[in-house]
């Protein structure tokens, strides 16, 4: 059974650009979360889909946007990339209503320069 | 807003239990988290309590609850080598978002 796959791993994007990352949930769950990890800190919460929809947003600029597929497969965009984006970005599924399932893939090392 | 507290560093020595400690502000909180970060890895689900709990044992982990002082600890009987990583609290808020910790970084001496 194959948990969360995000991709790309690592990605290197000029300051401006816009970047799009991509997230696969674990079968059987519903709901994928994105957060953002800078280095040497927790995890911060991005937003939340569920049916296709943004069920919940953490504090981020609208310049973080993001979809869910009828898959449940969930992609996260960033536009106008700062240096200050640079950091993990986690995907994490779960099925909605239960709250010990939160699945984490491995991330994507986003590198703004 | 809410938040979650962790020391950054704990040292222990092979063999020897780990506590790692952990407080939170939000006292509504249903599910409390542990999770294990790898360098260059994502977050591993180690364990979880709900909130009605007072302690959740699984095999070498021990979790407690003081629901009271909001207080979160997790034990690692004879720790080993392969527990190096950076271990992070988690809450889960009403909105099912995840209020996290800095993490504590467990270093194993020989």
């Known amino acids: 059974d194959a948990g969360v796959t995000q991709s790309p791993t690592h990605l290197i994007k000029t300051r401006g650009q816009q970047v799009t990352l991509r997230c696969s949930p674990k079968s059987g769950h519903d709901t994928v979360s994105w957060y953002q990890q800078a280095l040497g800190q927790g995890p911060q919460f991005i937003f939340q889909y569920y049916e296709e929809e943004e069920r919940q947003r953490g504090n981020f600029p609208d310049r973080f946007s993001g979809h869910q597929f009828p898959n449940y497969s969930s992609e996260l965009n960033v536009n106008a990339l700062l240096l200050g984006d640079s950091a993990l970005y986690l995907c994490?599924?779960?099925?909605?209503?239960?709250?010990?399932?939160?699945?984490f893939g491995s991330g994507t090392r986003l590198t703004v320069v | 807003g809410e938040d979650v507290e962790q020391s950054l560093f704990l040292s222990v020595r092979e063999g020897d239990s780990s506590v790692i400690n952990c407080t939170y502000t939000d006292s509504s909180s249903t599910y409390l988290y542990w999770y294990k970060q790898e360098p260059g890895a994502g977050l591993q689900l180690l364990t979880y309590?709900?909130?009605n709990m007072d302690m959740k044992q699984d095999q070498r982990l021990t979790v407690l609850l003081n629901k009271k002082d909001k207080h979160l600890s997790l034990r690692i009987a004879d720790t080993q080598t392969g527990d190096s990583a950076i271990y992070f609290c988690a809450e889960r808020e009403s909105n099912y978002q995840l209020i996290w910790g800095a993490g504590t970084k467990l270093i194993i001496k020989p």
């Open positions: 994490a599924s779960s099925l909605r209503g239960q709250g010990h399932g939160y699945t």
């Open positions: 309590i709900f909130s």
